[in-house]
């Protein structure tokens, strides 16, 4: 014979499968069993929850590497004495620390551990016939007696239509609301689902981004990325095929310079970029799995640069990385192919230009007066070394400056002579875009559980469990007895009780 | 191009709304005081009843004193002004929404304004339904009138179009939620505060021992076990609204930033609000925690709701900086 886990209370009056407070039983498995009902008790869960809640809040007002690695690094430079032992404490990380995972998984462990015998009760008393009649129902909150016969057992049958109603002889028994568990259950539960849709993304899901100028594409390989986020799991076969050109991208900004729009024509396909569409910000394009996405745009100055022997070995658009919200860019332009020696360049591209006190700056976004503003340099590049070396950055070592390192400033069309003979020529503006390529294999996972928890919320706040009972005492004369539960909201519950009375003594 | 005499006219009638609001406020406090003034009057006429059948000296009250201010016209009137004052207020977010073309919750100053005008909605729900005294709403239109207030000086910003990221249908969805959502907590985090007054209110005169500003004002309150209801049926509304508003949010942030959830300082501070009125709700049913330590969370939430949205906004970077 088996000893039931609970002590039995009576069962007609727990409108609830909430487990009961653990009890210290002996035996070997005793303590096991102890821990473990301490673990998925409520008490636990509720501390775990406020935990949880607090373990986040360094996240909220602390920079974190996975968002912005630049703002942890300038935060490490300026609090030379806090900042390390924070990072130790992984509290530029806290979402992948240690003690955040510990605390979301003892958490679900506490769910899952609350929830499955949960479910067991739950789906036994969507089954069972409402619970017998308590032997004295005016201890329930709801009571009422009267003088009657056993007609009023008809009448509460038609009266409580929607409930199940159980009539056992003289004895009535009804409930109603069994949504209200099963939504709630359905909401733990699509939490636990949620985690799984987040973990599968995790490791499997990508992210790539890549800049692209008007004109260029990128097919969706590995190889084509400038910058890639894989997941731990991730395999690059997974990575659904296709190519993207960008043919055309346009901002348009209002007069004081802030952004109004963002669109990018490109043309794409699964192997040939044939199909037109438009990609901008809330507009991504989806291809299979893959979602690209618009991030970031700029200029590149499209320029020609000839050596002394007077052949061509720069044409191309230069992409120069925005500094400002007025697209103060900075440029850097490497010819490795110039003979007898290497050329370098660097300076600022400004889309509107001012001029203040010799200095060069932007006073608008948009495309008005653009100038290129350049120093030069001659002499090794240093890309030999085989150290990988950034694109926009120049390193001047071994070089020596035209002109004393003095700039030029060039407007389109306009070709810079270079002492010694050679020259660089500014000769369009293009513009440029990043896309970022994501694909996360969870996130269907993640929707169709962010469902359950809204619909499983909804009817687990606003259904309302009860049950009611009738009993007709024989006798000399009979007696009705009326007694009703309900552990949400009583009030709303008197007035229904007192006008299904009024029903029953009609 | 943004409608300059329309956007005016809004601020000027969102200006209207919080003078009709705070006479609102005045109108409640005055039912109140007028309503202790009687009981004392009250009971001082009964004490020199007493004093008259033991044959002491007799002094009677002439009765028009007493009635001088009528507390029940007070408390209707100011609860006419509180409508009036809504009405205003909604003709002020609508004249917003036409100057600028487009839902009038694009920046902090319609965010905050659109906020105290849910707040207000669901106290006068709250009212119409019975669930709580109209004296309440003293207590609850001096927070409406200071956050208006606040909003109108501090965050104010001339009609205008949205930056382009914000440029998509699901400002409507998401932020709407969001709104309603907002305002319905801080309404609740008031009314938990007004609990915790209430509930030391009622312990110490239980005990007999003095109390002093602010937990003497629990005199004035609803009882304790109405004001915790009250509490708890607002976050139950709000609640499903908050986890709605964050899923729409994540939804959004996978159309336009490439990822559903990416612990922005704002998604940071939205999961920790909704942690802890998932612990609110959680903590209501749990012996040992009912009552007095639930309505703190409550109030906690309601700060975390608070920093979620303006010390995010204004003091740490982060994709959900526009205003």
Same mark, same amino acid.
């Given at each position: 014979m088996t000893v039931p886990d609970v002590v039995q209370v009576d069962e007609a009056t727990r409108l609830t499968t909430q487990p009961l407070a653990p009890q210290l039983r002996s035996g070997v498995l005793g303590p096991l069993r102890f821990g473990w009902r301490r673990l998925t008790s409520m008490r636990t869960a509720l501390l775990l929850l406020f935990l949880l809640a607090l373990a986040s809040v360094p996240g909220g007002f602390l920079p974190q590497r996975r968002i912005n690695p630049l703002r942890v690094q300038s935060y490490l430079e300026k609090h030379t004495t806090v900042g390390p032992l924070l990072d130790r404490l992984q509290m530029f990380d806290v979402f992948s620390s240690a003690w955040f995972s510990a605390i979301y998984l003892l958490l679900f462990i506490s769910l899952v551990g609350c929830l499955l015998p949960r479910t067991r009760l739950h789906l036994r008393a969507l089954r069972a016939a409402p619970p017998a009649v308590p032997?004295?129902? #005016?201890?329930?909150p709801a009571s009422d007696t009267w003088e009657g016969d056993a007609d009023v057992l008809a009448r509460a049958e038609k009266a409580l239509r929607g409930w199940r109603v159980v009539r056992r002889g003289d004895e009535l028994s009804a409930e109603r609301g069994y949504l209200r568990e099963t939504g709630n259950l359905v909401f733990h539960l699509s939490l636990v689902l949620l985690l799984v849709g987040i973990a599968v993304g995790a490791f499997r899901g990508f992210k790539g981004t890549v800049l692209v100028v008007e004109g260029t594409g990128f097919s969706?390989?590995?190889?084509?990325?400038d910058d890639i986020n894989p997941g731990r799991?991730?395999?690059?076969?997974?990575l659904v095929p296709f190519t993207l050109q960008l043919q055309d991208f346009r901002a348009t900004y209002a007069p004081?310079?802030?952004?109004l729009t963002f669109d990018a024509q490109v043309t794409w396909g699964?192997?040939?970029?044939t199909t037109p569409y438009d990609v901008r910000v809330n507009h991504p394009l989806a291809v299979g799995g893959a979602k690209t996405y618009l991030i970031g745009h700029g200029y590149a100055p499209f320029v020609r640069v000839r050596d002394r022997t007077g052949a061509v070995v720069l044409d191309q658009p230069v992409a120069c990385l925005p500094q400002t919200p007025q697209f103060l860019s900075t440029c850097v332009i490497k010819?490795?192919?110039?003979?007898?020696q290497q050329l370098g360049f660097r300076g600022a591209f400004t889309p509107t230009t001012i001029t203040q006190d010799g200095r060069v700056g932007s006073s608008?976004?948009?495309?008005?007066r653009p100038v290129l503003t350049l120093v030069g340099w001659a002499g090794?590049?240093?890309?030999?070394?085989g150290v990988p070396q950034s694109?926009?950055?120049?390193? #001047?070592?071994a070089l020596k400056p035209f002109d004393k390192g003095q700039a030029h400033a060039l407007s389109e069309g306009q070709t810079w002579q270079l002492p010694g003979g050679g020259s660089l020529t500014y000769v369009g503006t293009r513009e440029w875009a990043t896309f970022q390529v994501t694909q996360d294999p969870g996130k269907r996972l993640a929707l169709l559980a962010a469902v359950g928890i809204v619909g499983g919320l909804m009817l687990s706040l606003f259904v309302r469990r009860r049950r009611v009972w009738v009993r007709v005492r024989p006798g000399a004369p009979s007696t009705v007895e009326v007694g009703g539960l309900s552990r949400t909201d009583p009030e709303r519950f008197q007035a229904e009780f007192a006008e299904l009375v009024r029903r029953l003594r009609e | 191009m943004p409608d300059k005499g329309l956007g005016q006219l809004g601020d000027g009638l969102l200006f209207t709304a919080v003078v009709v609001y705070a006479l609102a406020m005045l109108g409640f406090a005055g039912e109140q005081a007028s309503r202790k003034a009687r009981q004392s009057v009250t009971a001082v006429r009964d004490s020199t009843q007493v004093l008259v059948g033991s044959g002491g000296p007799s002094v009677t009250l002439p009765a028009e004193t007493v009635t001088s201010l009528n507390p029940s016209r007070a408390g209707r009137f100011a609860l006419a002004l509180t409508g009036l004052g809504w009405l205003v207020h909604l003709s002020s977010i609508t004249a917003r929404g036409f100057a600028a073309h487009?839902?009038?919750?694009?920046n902090m100053y319609e965010f905050s304004s659109c906020v105290a005008f849910v707040a207000v909605t669901a106290f006068l729900v709250l009212v119409a339904r019975g669930?709580?005294?109209?004296?309440l709403g003293a207590f609850v239109m001096l927070p409406v009138v200071l956050y208006l207030g606040l909003a109108a000086t501090k965050l104010y910003t001339a009609a205008g179009p949205l930056v382009p990221a914000l440029n998509s249908y699901w400002i409507k969805i998401h932020v709407a939620a969001a709104v309603t959502a907002s305002g319905a907590f801080l309404l609740s985090g008031v009314v938990a505060l007004l609990y915790l007054l209430r509930s030391r209110y009622d312990e110490l005169t239980a005990a007999e021992r003095p109390t002093r500003f602010p937990v003497s004002l629990g005199a004035q309150l609803p009882a304790a076990p109405v004001l915790d209801r009250v509490s708890y049926v607002v976050i139950a509304f709000a609640f499903p609204v908050w986890t709605f508003a964050i899923i729409a949010g994540a939804i959004w942030a996978e159309a336009a930033?490439?990822?559903?959830?990416?612990?922005?300082p704002k998604e940071t501070w939205s999961f920790i609000t909704w942690v802890l009125y998932a612990g609110y709700l959680h903590a209501r049913a749990t012996a040992g925690w009912k009552g007095r330590k639930a309505a703190w969370v409550a109030v906690a939430a309601a700060c975390a709701l608070i920093v979620d949205y303006y010390v995010v906004n204004i003091f740490v970077v982060g994709l959900h900086s526009y205003a």
């Amino acid at each position: 014979m088996t000893v039931p886990d609970v002590v039995q209370v009576d069962e007609a009056t727990r409108l609830t499968t909430q487990p009961l407070a653990p009890q210290l039983r002996s035996g070997v498995l005793g303590p096991l069993r102890f821990g473990w009902r301490r673990l998925t008790s409520m008490r636990t869960a509720l501390l775990l929850l406020f935990l949880l809640a607090l373990a986040s809040v360094p996240g909220g007002f602390l920079p974190q590497r996975r968002i912005n690695p630049l703002r942890v690094q300038s935060y490490l430079e300026k609090h030379t004495t806090v900042g390390p032992l924070l990072d130790r404490l992984q509290m530029f990380d806290v979402f992948s620390s240690a003690w955040f995972s510990a605390i979301y998984l003892l958490l679900f462990i506490s769910l899952v551990g609350c929830l499955l015998p949960r479910t067991r009760l739950h789906l036994r008393a969507l089954r069972a016939a409402p619970p017998a009649v308590p032997k004295v129902l #005016t201890r329930l909150p709801a009571s009422d007696t009267w003088e009657g016969d056993a007609d009023v057992l008809a009448r509460a049958e038609k009266a409580l239509r929607g409930w199940r109603v159980v009539r056992r002889g003289d004895e009535l028994s009804a409930e109603r609301g069994y949504l209200r568990e099963t939504g709630n259950l359905v909401f733990h539960l699509s939490l636990v689902l949620l985690l799984v849709g987040i973990a599968v993304g995790a490791f499997r899901g990508f992210k790539g981004t890549v800049l692209v100028v008007e004109g260029t594409g990128f097919s969706n390989t590995v190889a084509s990325y400038d910058d890639i986020n894989p997941g731990r799991r991730f395999h690059p076969s997974s990575l659904v095929p296709f190519t993207l050109q960008l043919q055309d991208f346009r901002a348009t900004y209002a007069p004081d310079g802030k952004a109004l729009t963002f669109d990018a024509q490109v043309t794409w396909g699964r192997t040939q970029a044939t199909t037109p569409y438009d990609v901008r910000v809330n507009h991504p394009l989806a291809v299979g799995g893959a979602k690209t996405y618009l991030i970031g745009h700029g200029y590149a100055p499209f320029v020609r640069v000839r050596d002394r022997t007077g052949a061509v070995v720069l044409d191309q658009p230069v992409a120069c990385l925005p500094q400002t919200p007025q697209f103060l860019s900075t440029c850097v332009i490497k010819v490795p192919d110039a003979a007898p020696q290497q050329l370098g360049f660097r300076g600022a591209f400004t889309p509107t230009t001012i001029t203040q006190d010799g200095r060069v700056g932007s006073s608008f976004p948009g495309l008005v007066r653009p100038v290129l503003t350049l120093v030069g340099w001659a002499g090794d590049l240093g890309l030999d070394g085989g150290v990988p070396q950034s694109v926009y950055s120049l390193d #001047t070592t071994a070089l020596k400056p035209f002109d004393k390192g003095q700039a030029h400033a060039l407007s389109e069309g306009q070709t810079w002579q270079l002492p010694g003979g050679g020259s660089l020529t500014y000769v369009g503006t293009r513009e440029w875009a990043t896309f970022q390529v994501t694909q996360d294999p969870g996130k269907r996972l993640a929707l169709l559980a962010a469902v359950g928890i809204v619909g499983g919320l909804m009817l687990s706040l606003f259904v309302r469990r009860r049950r009611v009972w009738v009993r007709v005492r024989p006798g000399a004369p009979s007696t009705v007895e009326v007694g009703g539960l309900s552990r949400t909201d009583p009030e709303r519950f008197q007035a229904e009780f007192a006008e299904l009375v009024r029903r029953l003594r009609e | 191009m943004p409608d300059k005499g329309l956007g005016q006219l809004g601020d000027g009638l969102l200006f209207t709304a919080v003078v009709v609001y705070a006479l609102a406020m005045l109108g409640f406090a005055g039912e109140q005081a007028s309503r202790k003034a009687r009981q004392s009057v009250t009971a001082v006429r009964d004490s020199t009843q007493v004093l008259v059948g033991s044959g002491g000296p007799s002094v009677t009250l002439p009765a028009e004193t007493v009635t001088s201010l009528n507390p029940s016209r007070a408390g209707r009137f100011a609860l006419a002004l509180t409508g009036l004052g809504w009405l205003v207020h909604l003709s002020s977010i609508t004249a917003r929404g036409f100057a600028a073309h487009r839902v009038p919750w694009g920046n902090m100053y319609e965010f905050s304004s659109c906020v105290a005008f849910v707040a207000v909605t669901a106290f006068l729900v709250l009212v119409a339904r019975g669930y709580v005294e109209r004296s309440l709403g003293a207590f609850v239109m001096l927070p409406v009138v200071l956050y208006l207030g606040l909003a109108a000086t501090k965050l104010y910003t001339a009609a205008g179009p949205l930056v382009p990221a914000l440029n998509s249908y699901w400002i409507k969805i998401h932020v709407a939620a969001a709104v309603t959502a907002s305002g319905a907590f801080l309404l609740s985090g008031v009314v938990a505060l007004l609990y915790l007054l209430r509930s030391r209110y009622d312990e110490l005169t239980a005990a007999e021992r003095p109390t002093r500003f602010p937990v003497s004002l629990g005199a004035q309150l609803p009882a304790a076990p109405v004001l915790d209801r009250v509490s708890y049926v607002v976050i139950a509304f709000a609640f499903p609204v908050w986890t709605f508003a964050i899923i729409a949010g994540a939804i959004w942030a996978e159309a336009a930033w490439g990822r559903y959830w990416g612990w922005d300082p704002k998604e940071t501070w939205s999961f920790i609000t909704w942690v802890l009125y998932a612990g609110y709700l959680h903590a209501r049913a749990t012996a040992g925690w009912k009552g007095r330590k639930a309505a703190w969370v409550a109030v906690a939430a309601a700060c975390a709701l608070i920093v979620d949205y303006y010390v995010v906004n204004i003091f740490v970077v982060g994709l959900h900086s526009y205003a």
